[in-house]
Structures are given as C-alpha cells and as structure tokens.
C-alpha cells in the first residue's frame, strides 16, 4: 500500500524530513487514498479494484505491515497536555518532554520538527488551530502515514464540531474518545472516512446532548455503517435529498518572495478543489478544466479514478455524501504566478539611531479586474524599535511593542485612490542603528478569481436521470507572502 524504501526512519540519531522530499510526490497520492479506505488489514491493491482505479498503480510496491499510533497527546498553544489517547499499554507524559525542548528551541510553532528521534520512541507531530497533536511510536513507521492520519484527525473533529479548538475538544470530549477509537485501531487505521463515522458516531447536537443526558444513552450507533461493507466505503447508501446540488470551490493560496524592487524571487501557488455534493442515489460525476495541464504534483480523494485522469486529464468520481477535499494540486512554473499586488516601501533609520521613517504604499497588480479584499500588511521591526507614529489614508493599523510587529489592516483595496502609511519610528534610547531590514508579510483574499487561471469547464453527471443545480466558486488567498526591504 505504500513503499517501506521512501518512509522508513533512520536507525541513527536525527532525521531530515528533506530525506523524503524526492518520493514525496510519487507516494503521496498513495498514502492519502490508503489512509482514506483503510481498513485494519493490509490488502494488496491487486485484489482491490475500486481503490487501484483511484490511485496510483501500486501492485509493484511491497506491502509493509508495522504498528502504528501507541498513543496521542494533545498539546495546546501554552505546552499543556490536555487529552491524552492510548490505544495500548499507558505511556507516560514523561515522553512528552523530547518535545517540549524541541518547542523552546523553535522561534515559531510551525518550525517544530515533526520528527523527533528518543532514545525508545518516535514523536510525530503536526501543529493545526493552535494546537499540537502529538502521536507516540515504539517501532518504526513511515511517517508521513502518521501525519496524514494525524491531518484527518483534525479534519475529522472540524467536521464534527464546527471547529477544532481546546475548548471545543473538551466540550465533546465523549465524543472525541469515541471518535479516535473508530479511527485507530489497535494502532492501525480503521474507519476515517466521514460518512462512515457518522452513521457509527452520529455528530452531537444540543437536542440529542440533552436525550443523552436525560436518559443515560450515547451517541454511539449499534450497527455496523451499510458503506463500510461496499466498494464504495465513502458514500453511504439509500442518500435521499429534496434539492439535489452539487458545488465545487476553487481555492488558491499565493506563496511568493518579492525584493525591494519588486521583482519576483520565488513564486508558486498551492490550490485546493473543495467539495459540497448532495445528490440522490449513486451518481457517477464527470468534471472537466479548460486548462488542466498547467497543474502540477495533483493528489485525489480515493473516489477520483486515477487512471482517467491520466489519460483524459478528467476528474471522474462517484463523491461522498456532503463535504470533502475532491484534489489539491500545486502550480511551481513561475512565469504561471501571477503577483496580484505590489507594495512600495522606504523603512529607513538615522545613522545617530535616534528614530527612523517608515513610507507603504500598496497597489494592484495582477489582479484581471477583481478586487482585492482583506488586505493586511504586517511589518516585524527590529528589537531597538519603540513605538511608531503613523498615519494612514485607509484602514487602521496597530504596533505591539512587547513582540515589534506593525499590523496595518486596509480593507478593500481601491485602485483610484492607493492606500499610504507613513510617519516615524522611535528606538531605544542609546541604541545603535538597526542593521537587520524588517520583513513585509501581506494576506489578502480576491473573490471569483483563480490566480493560476485555472477553470472548470463542465460538470456531468451519470447514473441518475434528474438535473441537480451546480456551481463554482472561485477564492485567491494568501500564504506565506513576503515583500523583502
């Protein structure tokens, strides 16, 4: 199901998860569509057709059966552990400490090595909403299975729940237990497709917390889910709708470093297709891109035969019930990314390193016509920096002297009139001149446009005779954007 040469880890000290970037992208695709079916047995996919015509040719790779997740810990912004799973013998939180150093050595959450190496154990870890999910392994395992695993545990808790915070966690922690005991079992993955934990575990309302309360039963569903039994595990049977509906957003993120000039350093967009399907029956979808083969590294739900999209560069699908992640993909050719705003700046200090000057002005610039929305440009000044005295010709911007970051909210942005910030910089008293350049991070959201220019072309559906509304959106975001000074 997936290959033991890319995902092993090493038997000496350290681990480099640079080590795995060149299999990365061959084996993603399968550890994702394996994830998303897997059941407590390892199948060789030569006698699982439905899965082999959704991923990739695996019959060649070796089957590897290891032990998994022993246990996981949930580890808030702060370092408190505040649930802890185990699906075997009871590991102490003394573990937890490898990961704690390695914590205060980071300068941001997200830096954390997602790997640690202990002298009788593996921590994998991956850091979402604030919070760290921390799984324990006493053997080897290939951990990137772990991380998607760990991934669809959050996607999971957001689906249940609205969102995945601590106190959301511990609202429906019944709830959460019984949900990572159908996920893992005996340390392999068991059921972590939705529409199979719903009909096992259905999502907790304040009508049913309160029959729960009153007469004592649980969420928790005595039969076995009708779709954990077919070829098609994702979608449950007997689907009845009113309003049959089938919608798709086009979502892509921007990550890209701009000089002081303006010239592009490096670019490349991350997109993802999300997915709501309420349809009737067992529709059989078709969905096709007026220009799909400017996509790059494309990875799939299970549903999506994979060997079509070879061919044909068509997306052919029977979907789940509801929402799920249909592709995500990614564009690297630069020449593709469009920078959708520039940024002028002029941040300067005075040789005596008594204050400075700061002057922004930010502006459109590939944008097709659409307006960018949720401008934000964040500037992290030097440690010598004080206060600033500024002013703005739209929006609002705040300074925090405890962490020196220059917050400047703009809003919607308007070409005919460019926004401007400008005004002095106080520095502590004594102080020699700044020789670090302060960094520029900008977030913005362009709604009805895809940055790579991709777009749907149709939808079909087969299978069933009647006609379901359907429609497309379509969101630039974005990621780690940076404008150097």
Not at 389 to 395: E, H, K, R
């Amino acid at each position: 199901m997936y290959c033991s040469c890319c995902f092993s880890l090493p038997n000496s000290s350290g681990f480099s998860v640079a080590t795995m970037n060149g299999q990365l992208k061959k084996c993603h695709i399968a550890i994702t569509s394996f994830i998303d079916s897997c059941s407590p047995f390892l199948i060789p996919s030569s006698l699982s057709p439905s899965l082999c015509d959704s991923s990739h040719n695996l019959d060649s790779l070796p089957i590897v059966a290891v032990e998994m997740i022993h246990s996981l810990f949930l580890i808030n912004h702060s370092g408190d552990i505040f649930l802890e799973k185990h699906w075997k013998s009871v590991i102490g939180r003394s573990v937890c400490d490898y990961f704690f150093e390695a914590k205060e050595k980071a300068a941001e959450p997200e830096d954390v090595p997602p790997v640690l190496q202990t002298p009788h154990h593996y921590l994998i870890s991956i850091y979402r909403d604030r919070l760290f999910f921390l799984s324990v392994i006493q053997t080897e395992a290939p951990p990137l299975f772990v991380i998607e695993f760990l991934h669809r545990v959050v996607e999971t808790f957001q689906d249940y729940f609205g969102e995945c915070s601590e106190t959301v966690i511990k609202d429906n922690v019944v709830t959460v237990y019984e949900l990572l005991e159908e996920m893992l079992d005996n340390g392999f993955p068991l059921a972590t497709e939705s529409n199979i934990l719903k009909e096992m575990i259905r999502p907790p309302t304040i009508l049913r917390t309160m029959v729960n309360t009153l007469t004592g039963t649980s969420n928790f569903e005595e039969r076995l889910p009708s779709g954990q039994l077919s070829t098609i595990p994702w979608r449950r049977s007997g689907v009845k709708y009113t309003n049959n509906e089938a919608y798709f957003d086009v979502i892509e993120e921007i990550d890209a470093i701009v000089d002081k000039s303006g010239t592009t350093v490096c670019a490349e967009i991350q997109g993802v297709i999300e997915a709501c399907v309420k349809l009737t029956g067992m529709p059989d979808l078709t969905l096709s891109f007026m220009n799909p083969r400017l996509l790059d590294d494309v990875s799939f739900h299970p549903c999506v035969r994979f060997k079509r999209w070879e061919a044909e560069r068509v997306l052919s699908f029977i979907p789940p019930d509801g929402n799920f992640t249909l592709m995500s993909y990614h564009v690297n050719a630069q020449n593709l990314v469009a920078i959708p705003v520039y940024v002028k700046q002029n941040i300067s200090f005075f040789e005596s390193g008594s204050g400075g000057r700061l002057d922004l002005t930010a502006g459109p610039k590939q944008t097709m016509g659409k307006t960018v929305e949720g401008l934000v440009i964040t500037v992290h000044m030097p440690k010598a920096v004080l206060s600033a005295s500024l002013t703005a010709t739209q929006g609002s911007y705040t300074y925090d002297p405890a962490t020196k970051v220059l917050v400047w909210d703009i809003g919607r942005l308007n070409p005919q009139k460019l926004p401007n910030l400008r005004g002095s910089l106080s520095l502590q008293a004594g102080a020699p001149k700044p020789e670090d350049n302060p960094s520029i991070n900008i977030a913005l959201k362009i709604q009805q446009l895809a940055i790579s220019g991709l777009k749907v072309n149709r939808l079909d559906m087969y299978g069933e005779k009647y006609k379901p509304f359907k429609g497309v959106k379509y969101v630039t975001k974005a990621g780690k954007f940076q404008v150097r000074t």
